[in-house]
């Protein structure tokens, strides 16, 4: 074989493996977006109009909010017990979740479970954990990228940031209590029912975020912790951290 003949092989053989690796990056940033926000859009049409058929019936205003809770949360005893709720149904949507912080447009679609399918649709809702409004951690996972980059902004949560959950008949609005922390994927503590590591001390009605850190990687979490401000039901319109 010529030197002229090694040299076209090698350097089609470089064309095909650049090719491919940029065919992998348009997938990974591209058409993992496209699909996730089509996906997204499909689930979130999908709870519309599953709302659309049920009574607005609000949830109890809420006995305790955890620290420092907002003037304006109610504040009563606790309900007699009730009829316990249907379970979420695994992979399918139960609520929807703003964040002002990240962009007055963003909306993802929360669904039931962690596994890789359901977090390629929208954000997924640690299985085991509380529901939203309830007594108890209401933990939820998202990508940091790829599938819709729907935690991309994660590190710009502060302090004061409003968390905003919609399960159909209540508004769920949580503060973010401090910055976000990093940890390793082991650290499971962080969606326990008082979640370690968050600051509180006792049982409340918590909320738990979590995506991956670095960036682009997975090594690590990055975890966001709020507390129960305010609810609202749905008939009396958006909470003010969405209308203002």
């Not at 095909?16 to 992998?24: D, E, K, P, Q, S």
């Not at 249907?86 to 703003?98: D, I, Q």
């Not at 609005?173 to 979640?195: F, G, H, N, Q, S």
């Not at 975890?223 to 209308?243: C, M, Q």
Request: charged share 20%.
């Amino acid at each position: 074989m010529s030197v002229r003949l090694v040299v076209r092989t090698f350097s089609e053989l470089c064309i095909t493996v650049g090719t491919l690796i940029v065919l992998f990056v348009v997938h990974i940033l591209f058409w993992t977006g496209v699909k996730a926000a089509d996906a997204a859009e499909g689930e979130i049409d999908s709870l519309h109009s599953q709302w659309a058929r049920q009574p607005v019936t609000p949830a109890p205003p809420p006995a305790s909010t955890g620290p420092s809770p907002s003037p304006s949360v109610s504040v009563s005893a606790e309900p007699s017990p009730a009829a316990a709720p249907a379970p979420y149904r695994a992979g399918k949507p139960f609520a929807t979740m703003h964040i002002p912080r990240f962009g007055s447009g963003w909306e993802w679609p929360v669904l039931e479970n962690t596994e890789a399918r359901t977090l390629q649709k929208g954000l997924g809702h640690y299985s085991g954990t509380a529901r939203p409004g309830d007594t108890g951690n209401f933990a939820v996972a998202g990508h940091r990228r790829t599938y819709g980059d729907p935690f991309k902004d994660f590190p710009k949560l502060r302090p004061g940031d409003a968390v905003i959950v919609n399960d159909g008949t209540t508004w769920f609005t949580y503060r973010i209590a401090k910055e976000p922390y990093r940890t390793v994927p082991t650290d499971t503590a962080v969606v326990d029912p008082v979640p370690r590591g968050s600051g509180f001390e006792e049982p409340g009605r918590y909320l738990t975020l979590t995506t991956c850190e670095p960036e682009w990687g997975s090594s690590h979490r990055l975890i966001a912790w709020a507390h129960l401000d305010a609810t609202r039901p749905v008939a009396e319109g958006k909470p003010p951290d969405l209308t203002g």
